[in-house]
């Protein structure tokens, strides 16, 4: 009955669309990283062992050896025999495994207790990425750390005192006043050459022909 139940639940991924069933489709979802758990059959050849042993390097996941023969799973699949198949549901794993542990617990004990460390982990995830997805449609944001608090400014100088007779501040340097207007150096006079000569008078002739005359 627990065989029964395992070859049913595999074909149930594979409707499911959460089992890839041949090489190529189970190397491909292994290099995507999409694969929970790689299962081989028990009469599968040595090749196509060491190849399910290279995908599970590949994709950083658990592979094990089935107490099926490859007629027996083509059977549950709808095909004429299966060799290799992958699941790539995380729960259906979980729950394949703990079947697999029941049925014969010193094989498969260990891996069911790896698949529960990361199905645990898968929900984890999936719990903090709906609620990040809840937060951004109500708006929320994270809070942003206070900023850090600004220097003091230094005081700023103040202006020196003014004296009590209010002429200068205290501590400025002495200024030079202007001198008074009559200590300041007067301008040379314009020297005038024609100053004492006589102006001529207009009419005819010059003054010195009216004097001869």
Known sequence: MDRLNILSLLGLSLRGGRLAVGEEPVEAVARARDARVLLLAADAAEGTRRRCEHF???????????????????????????????????????????????????????????????????????????????????GKRRRKAPPAPKAAKPPAEMPPERAPDGNRPRGAKPYRSRPPRDARPKPKAQVRPYANSRPVKKGKGSFRKKKEG
């Open 56 to 138: 599970a390097q590949a994709g950083d996941c658990l592979w094990l050896q089935l107490p099926f023969t490859k007629a027996e799973l083509g059977r549950a699949l709808g095909r004429t025999a299966v060799a290799i198949a992958a699941v790539t549901d995380v729960g259906l794993a979980a729950a394949l495994l703990h079947r697999l542990a029941e049925l014969d617990p010193e094989q498969y004990a260990d891996a069911a207790d790896r698949m529960d460390v990361k199905a645990r982990r898968a929900a984890e995830r999936r719990a903090e990425q709906a609620a990040h997805e809840k937060n951004l449609r109500q």
